[in-house]
């Protein structure tokens, strides 16, 4: 990666940590305690999905929720939680598409993300959300395999998204033949990637989720993976830090 690139990476993270109060504080939050009860998908996808809000309040919970996430403990004694923030940005100007993730690292209130641009064309946003989504789930997958049988704990991922559209396919897809069609054909095989990495965490014995949260509200895990999908949608080459 650029020299440059890096460097305007690890500006917008440390923009981010430049707040009056402390993003994490002793024992505000040791364990993830739920928004609402979880749904199980009516699809193939192998976890539970947190229902979107609908109400007022519901939202107001939603963002607490998302927000604890920069505060919780990711390890205790018997489990080690991975959190996650998947944004997608589509471009009208350059017709360009691509994925912003951020996640916490286990260094308190350290943070890292990555940008990935998508390839294929689309002026369906949901579309693009729905592969932000998937490289999250990539990204954990891999973290998982590296960490679980040195640590010898129960894993939990948790992956926020604030594209309703997106969660409501994935809960509810099946897999049964492509589509012929070409605009299909990629949402397909999202989807199904999806299920697929699901499956293998589920393999693993990982524990997984899937959550709303309201965009553009101030939550910094989903303010960062917002300004990184944007930042490589503008650009010509993914970014990371």
């Given at each position: 990666m650029q020299d440059g690139r890096r460097k305007n990476m690890m500006a917008l993270l440390?923009?981010?940590l430049e707040k009056k109060e402390p993003l994490w504080q002793p024992r505000v939050v040791?364990?993830?305690?739920?928004?609402?009860?979880?749904?199980?998908?009516?699809?193939?996808?192998?976890?539970?999905?947190?229902?979107?809000?609908?109400?007022?309040e519901d939202k107001l919970q939603a963002k607490s929720y998302a927000s604890l996430m920069t505060n919780?403990?990711?390890?205790?004694?018997?489990?080690?939680?991975?959190v996650y923030f998947a944004d997608g940005s589509l471009r009208s100007r350059?017709?360009?598409a691509a994925a912003g993730i951020a996640w916490r690292k286990p260094s308190l209130s350290d943070w890292g993300g990555q940008g990935?641009?998508?390839s294929a064309e689309t002026s369906n946003s949901?579309?693009?959300?729905?592969?932000?989504?998937d490289c999250a789930l990539e990204?954990?997958?891999?973290?998982?395999?590296?960490?679980?049988?040195?640590?010898?704990?129960?894993?939990?991922?948790?992956?926020f998204s604030d594209s309703q559209g997106a969660l409501g396919g994935i809960m509810n897809f099946k897999s049964q033949r492509s589509p012929s069609a070409k605009k299909e054909k990629e949402q397909y095989r999202l989807f199904q990637s999806v299920v697929e990495r699901s499956e293998a965490l589920k393999s693993q014995g990982v524990n997984l989720e899937l959550h709303w949260v309201p965009g553009h509200k101030d939550v910094p895990g989903n303010t960062l993976a917002d300004k990184l999908a944007v930042a490589t949608a503008k650009s010509k080459i993914d970014g990371s830090s």
């Open positions: 440390n923009q981010l040791s364990t993830v305690s739920k928004v609402s009860e979880s749904m199980k998908p009516r699809g193939d996808f192998q976890g539970n999905i947190i229902p979107w809000a609908i109400s007022e919780m403990l990711l390890e205790t004694k018997t489990t080690q939680y991975h350059n017709g360009r990935l641009h998508f949901n579309l693009v959300e729905l592969y932000a989504i990204i954990a997958t891999k973290e998982i395999l590296q960490t679980k049988e040195r640590t010898g704990k129960t894993h939990e991922v948790l992956i």
